[in-house]
């Protein structure tokens, strides 16, 4: 029973310890995947309604007062 | 000065996906036809259990694997950019769009955890057969990994099989076939993927070009050639049918944009295609002035292509924009006036909703519903800001079909001349053969600027401008990011082609 994910897990050990090349590209995603998810991500690409909001229904909200804003007396025209 | 904030801020946002996505666009196509690429040379292999074919594959799969090494993940930050930059259009469309796009991430990464390291670490040690299956699933889930957000895409060009739900201010689904087999989307993934094919043919041409040219590796260059040109013609030609039925699929659902990439102001009956022209850069939208410096037409043409009937009428810029009673066309100002009354509507059944009046409420929603298809068009400030910018599109758009046409020829001949064995001596069509990847790059791109160029100002085709869908945030920050993106991209396309040339370098025997 053993064997079978024995076999599957030296697959993937073996295939990683005789790469050469490939040792350069799994370099290459990891720093890229480190810059995407920590950095980017993080600090300069926030989910703005997520972050802003608490709940949909206020997501909803929000939306619809900027799509309806137009015509809201007194609202602030966001629309050049 | 809140306007010019306004415009600048979605300019730089739109300048910020528009990078982005180019260089996302740069690794993606070669990944969906190296891919199949590759399981062709395998199979053949397999077929053969020549050793010289082993060789062959696996040099062009390690070519394959830096670029989908270097190319993985870029599309994220595309997925980044809709919910910080474009979080209005996020939230109207997030329900539909979100939860297939993350089942197909989830499907497309277990299917590269298991296939992908069968191909890359299986060789003799999994059996021939087995290895090729893999190399197979490998190809078609690439591709059909690119199924989803085609469909989206496909959606914003043509809002099918969905409602808008004003309580959630979001489109919720009405028919999931009708969204996954619109007219659009099938056009568009056909003839995306198809033109991923032909650019992985252009790229092994490419190469064994320049291999060619240097006098190395032969006969594996010929090889490769034979296969990459039968592949690249028939995918050529599949992409030449696909552009057709897109460009009927567009004077259907799009005709500004149709309008837009034929440089086509005053609407005709029997209208001429536009072969080749040069646009007069001060015609401007209701003027009298020649669209064009110099041109050459095809008479009729046009018509029949757009209407798939000859003699039918095809609406020009202007006729969109002003409106055309004896041919049934509605302008762009009549539209605005409707979208006004949508948005009124809309307001006012928000309003009614907040006091509890539920006939008022009622009433709103009813006349919303009859004005809703002009939802969008209430956000503009005049006709003309319908109109996408003209010059851009048809520029691209003649690019992309000239080379298009260009490209079956080039796979022909080297089709044609590599069988007859002939192909060594030609330098100036070696030359070219190493030029063509890079010509494939420009109508690759190009497709894409037709695609999305030429539907501005829409973010949703007539319902949702991109001035309303973005995000009320500070224009610095869009700034910040997008030379934050055109450097991290950069340094990767750096390493692209560096590892990439290291290796053609190398060629077949090295590791
Ligand atoms: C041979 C004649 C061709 C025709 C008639 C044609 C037609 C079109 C049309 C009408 C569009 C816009 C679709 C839309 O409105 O969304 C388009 C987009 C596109 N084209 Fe082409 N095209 C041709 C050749 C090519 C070639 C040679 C390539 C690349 C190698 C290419 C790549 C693309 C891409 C990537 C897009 C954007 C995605 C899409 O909308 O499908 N096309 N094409």
Redesign the interface.
Known sequence: MLLMPRKIVG??V???R?M???K???K??LI??I???VV??LF???????TRFKT?SE???H??N???R???PGG????? | M???T??EL?NWARAQFALTAMFHWIFVPLTLGLSFLCAFFESIYVKTGKEEWRRLTRFWM?LF??NF??G???G??LE??F??NW??Y???VGDIFGAPLAIEGLVAFFLEATFF?VM???WD?VSKGFHLFSTWMVAIGSNLSALWILVANGWMQFPTGMAFN?????FEMQNFWDVLFSPVAVSKFTHTTSSGFLLGSLFVISVSSWYLLKGRHKDMAKKSIVVASVFGLLSALFVGFTGDEAAYTDAQKQPMKLAAFEGLWKGQENAGLVALGVLNPDKRPGDDKDPFIFEIRVPGLLSLLANRSPGSFVPGIDDLVYGNSAQGVMGADEKIKRG?VA??Q??AY?KAQQLGDQVAAETALQKFNDYKAYLGF??LDSPEQAVPPVGITFYSFHAMVALGTLFILIFFIFLVLTMKDRIEGQRALLLLGVLSLFLGFIASEAGWVVAEVGRQPWAIQDL?PV??AR???NVG?VK??FF?FLV?FTV?FI?EVG?MLK?IQIGPEG?
Do not use: C
């Open positions: 697959f993937y073996n295939g990683f005789s050469t090349l490939g350069t590209l799994w290459i995603i890229k995947l810059i995407i998810f980017i991500r300069f690409m926030p989910d703005y309604l997520n949909d997501r909803a909200q939306v619809m900027v799509i309806t137009v015509h809201v602030k025209n966001l629309i050049p | 809140l306007e010019q306004g415009l979605v390690r694997g830096i090494a270097i993985v993940a870029t994220i930050i980044f950019e919910g910080t979080s209005n996020s939230w109207m390291a890359f670490f299986g040690r004003p309580d959630k201010a979001r006004k948005i009124q809309l307001a928000k209430g956000y949702l001035t309303v995000t009320d945030i920050s910040t990011t934050m991290t990767l390493a590892i290796q590791k």
